[in-house]
């Protein structure tokens, strides 16, 4: 049993103890502020070492390089939409920062559980969607592009494991081909926009090296062509760090690819700052790591170190910035009438105040 044990311990302190003898040094140090445009709009204040900072310094300061924007089709609220992403990007690139779209192809929240196509496109046959993909993704790069803020990477998708725009993109019965026709339009779209844009194909598998080898195995099958893997890793629905450190190496070395964290948190409370349930309680804890500022930092530096010593080339913070500001719900189809399920799970405080103690590190 002691010999099991400390075969267990050792997997574990692979995985995320740093090792300057086998990690290379990571270059996506990344922030997803998508929330952010609408926080500040409605005068959220940021703060480090008690004086009032702008958040994209405050983020820059720890570290960060890289800031992803989600961008939805037509969301009732207005925000994460077309011209708001053009607005952020405007703010992020002035402070020499890279950026990353986010393609959700909805008009909403689009995940492993629900990818809802626009509105405008609901009744699109497959054929239509594939020029619909094309398009979009063209005008969103170009005109990013024609105020010069072309984007350096981009998402076909946000966490699609089972495909997008559902039922024409979704996978079933391990049929590829509908969905692989959608990945396809986004890559040549992008390509087509800016040449050295890289783009990724993202889904939340970290958990399952199985699932993760199905869905890149599938697409690859069928044709598909992309440039970095994306994997969402939160510890408290995607298991160990050391199965983390497996499925990144794994990924990493079978399909000949760069691999990204693109989505990762933790919390720094077990309360709730508003009406709104958290999404992951506080008391839900990975690594007897408490849910603190401490805790949070030092869980968010496991997870780079386990993903630098895997060979990932980077990790993201998710909504970093999104404290409870009134007016910033989660729905955007009813942004002042819902509050924020991420309060816990920011970097700021519930009065804008900064972790001290996260940084993002190469």
């Not at 170009?142 to 559902?166: F, Y």
């Not at 040549?188 to 399952?208: F, G, L």
């Not at 690859?220 to 160990?240: E, N, P, Q, R």
Request: proline share 5%; hydrophobic share 40%.
């Amino acid at each position: 049993m002691r010999a099991l044990r400390a075969i267990l311990i050792a997997a574990v302190l692979i995985a995320f103890t740093p090792s300057p003898a086998q990690a290379a040094s990571m270059t996506m140090l990344g922030a997803d502020v998508s929330s952010l445009q609408r926080s500040l709009d409605l005068g959220a204040k940021y703060y480090k070492n008690g004086t009032a900072t702008d958040p994209y310094d405050i983020l820059k300061g720890a570290g960060a390089n890289y800031m992803r924007l989600r961008v939805w089709n037509n969301p009732a609220s207005g925000y994460n939409n077309k011209a708001k992403v053009l607005q952020q990007a405007k703010a992020i690139k002035a402070k020499g920062l890279k950026l990353l779209i986010d393609f959700h192809y909805s008009d909403t929240w689009a995940d492993p559980g629900k990818q809802y196509p626009p509105v405008a496109w609901a009744s699109h046959s497959l054929t239509q969607l594939q020029t619909d993909v094309y398009n979009y993704t063209y005008d969103v790069c170009t005109s990013l592009k024609a105020q010069g803020t072309t984007p350096d990477s981009v998402q076909i998708g946000n966490e699609i494991n089972v495909g997008m725009l559902w039922p024409r993109g979704q996978i079933v019965s391990s049929n590829f081909t509908p969905l692989a026709s959608l990945l396809k339009q986004g890559y040549n779209a992008t390509k087509a926009c800016n040449s050295s844009t890289q783009v990724m194909i993202h889904t939340a598998n970290s958990d399952s090296l199985t699932n993760a080898r199905w869905f890149y195995d599938g697409i690859k099958a069928a044709g598909v062509t992309w440039d970095i893997t994306a994997l969402s890793y939160y510890c408290m629905w995607h298991g160990t760090l050391a199965n983390l450190y497996n499925v990144i190496t794994d990924l990493r070395t079978r399909y000949a690819k760069p691999v990204v964290v693109a989505e990762t948190a933790y919390q720094f409370t077990s309360a709730d700052a508003d009406s709104e349930k958290n999404s992951i309680p506080g008391t839900v804890l990975c690594d007897s790591i408490p849910s603190t500022f401490a805790g949070q930092a030092q869980q968010f530096s496991w997870v780079q170190n386990t993903a630098r010593n895997a060979g990932a080339i980077g990790v993201f913070y998710w909504e970093p910035t999104w404290y409870a500001i009134k007016g910033n719900g989660w729905d955007p189809a009813n942004i002042n009438g819902t509050g924020d399920g991420w309060d816990n799970m920011a970097t700021f405080d519930w009065t804008g105040n900064v972790n001290p103690n996260l940084t993002w590190t190469p």
